[in-house]
């Protein structure tokens, strides 16, 4: 079954895929995204980052990017990254009552997860909106200040451009 923490990782799958692929999303404008502590999504993001689903780039103006395509990812290969699936068996002497409610259990769970698998993430995903909170990757942009406007020279820039200034002063 899908948790609480499956379901948050795969909204922050989901913001990391809305992002354009030349930009990085950092792990403090995720956590202020979907409301969360910092620790707590690093957690998610080191999860994601161990079953391969992002890559993260160190520095200023680093953060995180998917590593899979978005087309070849299912809800549920995104969201098994987050759950611990365990198969329980029940040893020893259980009631009827027991053993019913396990086996609606176990079809409910195996419902799911073939939902999940034939559900393509990319249908959750908006085409890249503009968030606000992701910062283009300095590798690309070194957010320089603007250049100032050129200013007209008052004296001629060589000697040979002396005629053609006497020439503009005089009209």
Partial sequence: MLTKRSTLGLNVIILIAQT??????????????????????????KDAREHGLIRATRGPGGGYQLSVPLNDLSVWDAALAFSSINATSHKGKSSSETCATNAIAEKACHLEKEFLQSYPLAQLVPKYIDLPASKPSKSLAMNFKPLPTRKMPAAPNSIFDLSNFLNLQAA
């Fill in 20 to 45: 354009p692929s030349h930009r990085t999303i950092t792990a403090d404008a995720l956590a202020s995204m979907t409301h969360v502590s910092l620790s707590y999504i690093e957690g998610i993001l």
